[in-house]
Nanobody, 126 residues
Framework: QVELVESGGGLVQAGGFLQLSCIYS?????????MGWFRQTPGQEREFVAT????????FYGGPVKGRFTTSRDNAKNTLYLQMNDLKPEDTAVYYC??????????????????WGRGTQVTVSS
């Protein structure tokens, strides 16, 4: 059973930066798994942030974060990262890491992910 644990959230001022991490454990399939980042605020639907394919160099970003956020992975450490720069108050949310089954393509649809972490809170003050 795959387990995902996010870390790196916190409180930051607008214009600042944070790096989130997501550690993948339980099975030795991280290097073959498309991964995603999503975020959610109370009363709102879950929003797609970014996805990273298990194929090198294949990433996609949601419109609001494109050009400011970058996702990457370290297969040797079974870890997914989300570098968030130029943060805005509207980026405030709980950020979740998600994983697809091995060899499945990346997707922006949260319903197609098989595993989820518990989330990490990011708060951006104005």
């Amino acid at each position: 059973q795959v387990e995902l644990v996010e870390s790196g959230g916190g409180l930051v001022q607008a214009g600042g930066f944070l790096q989130l991490s997501c550690i993948y454990s339980g099975e030795d399939t991280f290097k073959l798994s498309a991964m995603g980042w999503f975020r959610q605020t109370p009363g709102q639907e879950r929003e797609f942030v970014a996805t990273d394919s298990w194929l090198p160099g294949v990433t996609f970003y949601g419109g609001p974060v494109k050009g400011r956020f970058t996702t990457s992975r370290d297969n040797a450490k079974n870890t997914l990262y989300l570098q968030m720069n130029d943060l805005k108050p509207e980026d405030t949310a709980v950020y979740y890491c998600a994983a697809r089954r091995p060899r499945a393509p990346p997707t922006t649809w949260g319903s197609e992910y098989d595993y989820w972490g518990r989330g990490t809170q990011v708060t951006v003050s104005s």
